[in-house]
């Protein structure tokens, strides 16, 4: 009985097609960002404010997101601030640069009320009126006050999105916050571990850059 070979050159085909099939899948748009954010990390000459744009950019383009902003730890008093932001409007802006945190404030889940999604993202609903006294310029509160969520995955005014920003031994270095997308949805699953991803590139960029 004869035994039959396979082709080695058809294995290196079925492979190579395989990858160009999946490649056109556009939720790998997202991780071929991801993949040249971290190829930028090689640039000796790389400037930590451009890539924090470019990374919260890429976020608001590929990711379909309408705002983006990034929390980050100060150098001077370990305070937290909004330092980069993609899609707000310049009053909106401005009432996010106003604001600081402490860690302890951040952390707090009586002052922000949130569902754990994962060890790194925090999910915040509208219904839940999760903003401080003096977070009220950030957003539309009236439009809050007026929208009703139709389904389960619908997106209103006031909900938004942290991911937090690690580095060494898990201290938080910041966090990427995302409010609203182009479809009115929720992001799904494969969008959230690709802000995950995103998130741990940004914390070994930010851990070396302060070394």
Known sequence: MDVKT?????IKKRMSLSYQYDRA?????RLDCVQSLISALADQQLSMPEFLQSAA??????FWVKEVTMGLRSRSDGL???EVMSGLSDTSWKAHRQLAYTLEQFEDPELYTSAQISNLTRLFLAEDNPYGKDEESTFDRELM????RKSLDETIEGDYIDVKILGKGGTILGWIEISG??????PDVHTIK???????????ALTFSET
Do not use: H, M, W
């Open 25 to 29: 899948n556009p939720a790998n748009e």
């Open 145 to 148: 006050l007026q929208s009703s």
């Open 80 to 82: 937290y601030r909004y």
């Open 57 to 62: 950019d890429v976020i608001r383009d590929k």
């Open 6 to 10: 396979i082709d080695p050159e058809l």
């Open 181 to 186: 997308t182009t479809d009115g949805k929720f």
């Open 194 to 204: 690709c802000l995950e991803l995103l998130a741990s590139v940004l914390g070994i």
